[in-house]
């Protein structure tokens, strides 16, 4: 049997936001039914990641991070966690972002949310005050550029600048009067509802249930999987 695949998403207190998480998981399972897949919440969502280790004891789960950057979760708070369960780091895959999947995505949001092909984009990402999770937004303004054909500049939610609201009117005030953004977060929530509160003509919606985010969640797996030193490894 294939290790158990135990997705780890951030948590939030609005219940939108772990019910767009287990439709993902969902889509998930019916890329690949023979995979046991679980799901666990960093805070404010249960069952927490302790729990859901502890229910896992003996099964060797891989943990894959629904979280988008390389912060301080995936750094220290995940490795830990792995540790205190006396599972190897090898168990613990990359965050889903940056990839060109995620840009799959969000170019499709942004076509639902009507922005047109010409649009300057701000990708607006959650904020953190971990360098390396700020190089990771900008590193995926990178790949949907490339995906758009169009500039997009990178924007912080929180802990950061450009905030997404001062993107857009830095965009603005350069001449373009039509701007849209892109929310690089994976469930609705207050970030979300910030995102969309921008001076923008058009926001996108949160990334979470789309197909491409599916198949990443299962690249990260195989990632991990083939990674790790026990038999079953491809």
């Known amino acids: 049997m294939p290790p158990v695949l135990l997705a780890v998403a951030h948590g939030s207190r609005d219940a939108t936001a772990s019910a767009a998480i287990r439709v993902l998981l969902r889509r998930v399972r019916a890329l690949r039914p023979e995979l046991t897949v679980r799901c666990c919440f960093l805070d404010l969502a249960s069952p927490s990641l302790t729990d859901a280790l502890a229910q896992l004891a003996g099964a060797r789960p891989i943990l894959v991070p629904l979280l988008l950057g390389t912060g ?107 701007v849209a953004v892109a929310t690089y977060l994976l469930a609705s929530g207050f970030f979300a509802r910030r995102a969309a509160t921008t001076a923008a003509t058009w926001t996108s919606p949160p990334l979470a249930a789309h197909d491409a985010v599916a198949r990443l969640v299962l690249h990260r797996y195989d990632e991990a999987r083939a990674a790790t030193s026990l038999p079953w490894a491809a």
Do not use: C, I, K, N
């Open 72 to 178: 301080y979760h995936v750094r220290v708070d995940l490795p830990a966690a792995l540790a205190a369960a006396d599972l190897p780091l090898s168990h613990l895959a990359p965050a889903l972002g940056p990839h060109p999947l995620l840009s799959e995505a969000l170019a499709d949001r942004l076509t639902e949310a009507g922005a047109p092909a010409d649009a300057p984009v701000v990708l607006a990402g959650a904020g953190s005050s971990d360098p390396t999770a700020l190089a990771d937004t900008a590193r995926m303004a990178g790949f949907l550029a490339t995906r758009l054909a169009r500039p997009v500049t990178p924007a912080h939610l929180s802990a950061a600048a450009p905030t997404p609201h001062q993107a857009v009117e830095a965009l603005h005030a350069a001449g373009h009067p039509e």
